[in-house]
């Protein structure tokens, strides 16, 4: 082995390549290294402890140190790979969509949840596919709560929405990577605006002869993460998150609580009697948004809290 390969095997490589991380100050620089050699090399955890020896292609080296210059600059992984897990499935996510968030699968969790308890009430059958249900998702962002539950609810139609174009194709695209686009119906709207005129074009069911505004409560479940973080605080966020994920999939005002008052107001206009509203919550907006779902339209209000002890799921049933 000549000199100048000695500086490209697996363990020196990676060695550089944390040693950059931790100067740039980068959380987590150790895991955010290996997850970068891994994603170059195509390898797993294992076969990287395994061959440790193993000689690195000068390419390979390269496009390591590219990588690690920039994760060090403050783009985040998930943007150099292109992916994030969530939910036990891989979702692409590029700087259009925000990067799907683990504390976000306790609102499927809150979600699937309600609708079991809902069955099992109403004495219907165990297994539970979700046949004939109705959901909306609204900012679907990269489609990651919308995709999830399309899996885990076979029978059930989806609607979901986001005011970002370049968002709902990231979404498509992930739809289509999880064979579920034929149950997903994507729409370019603010809030629930787009809902009304492509369910009825997607509805079988039969509206006639009920009053106007039962006509338009056929959603069974609506789930939202809407932006919830305030401008104000933004020179607080991590410069990954700050720097690099959409403003608009950020902020949802001065404050950050801005749009849940439309977005609870909306919800109860689409909502069956029965229906369920599940939403998430900024690490500081349950004083604002819980009074939103007071009687006379809630019931059945119930708050979440994330591993982190953070109220984060906010969950109520339509009168
Ligand atoms: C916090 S992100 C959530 C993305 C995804 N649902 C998730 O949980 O990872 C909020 C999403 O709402 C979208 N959005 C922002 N304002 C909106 C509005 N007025 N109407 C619809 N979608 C909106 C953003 O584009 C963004 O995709």
Redesign the pocket.
């Known amino acids: 082995m000549s000199k100048s390969e000695s500086h490209l095997d697996v363990r020196t490589t990676l060695k550089q390549g944390l040693a950059q991380l931790r100067e740039a100050h980068v959380p987590s620089f150790t895991l955010a290294a290996e997850l970068l050699l891994l994603y170059v090399l195509g390898r797993d955890r294992t076969w990287l402890y395994a061959h440790p020896e193993e000689q690195l292609s000068t390419a390979d080296a390269d496009r390591f140190l590219k990588l690690i210059a920039r994760r060090a600059n403050g783009e985040p992984s998930q943007h150099l790979t292109g992916k994030q897990e969530f939910w036990g499935l891989e979702f692409e996510v590029t700087p259009d ?5 683990p504390e ?1 699968e306790h609102l499927i969790e809150v979600a699937l949840d309600r609708l079991a308890l809902r069955e099992l009430r109403s004495g219907r059958k165990q297994t539970f596919t979700g046949e004939g249900l109705q959901i909306a ?6 489609g ?2 919308a995709i999830a539950m399309a899996k885990e609810l076979p029978g059930a139609t989806i609607y979901a ?4 174009a370049a ?1 709902l194709a990231v979404a498509n695209r992930n739809a289509t990577r999880h064979s579920v686009s034929d149950r997903i119906h994507f729409v370019e ?3 629930l605006d787009g809902l009304t005129a492509m369910r009825a074009a997607n509805s079988t069911v039969s509206a006639v002869g009920t009053q106007r505004e039962h006509r338009s409560r056929l959603l069974d479940l609506i789930v939202s ?4 973080i305030g401008r104000r605080e933004s020179e607080m966020l991590m410069r990954e998150v700050r720097d690099h994920e ?1 403003e ?3 902020y949802g005002g001065e404050e950050g609580y801005e ?1 849940y008052a439309d977005l609870v107001t909306q919800s109860a206009a689409h909502l069956k009697p029965g229906g369920i509203f599940v939403l ?1 919550l900024g690490h500081n907006s349950l004083p604002a948004v819980q009074p939103l779902l007071d009687a006379p339209n809630w019931t059945n209000v119930a708050v979440t809290n994330d591993l982190a002890g953070i109220p984060r799921v906010l969950a109520a049933e339509r009168l």
């Open positions: 969509v925000l990067i799907p968030r976000t998702d609204i900012g679907t962002g990269s990651c709560i929405s986001d005011i970002s968002a709207s603010n809030l993460n809407p932006p919830y959409p608009i999939a950020l749009l998430e």
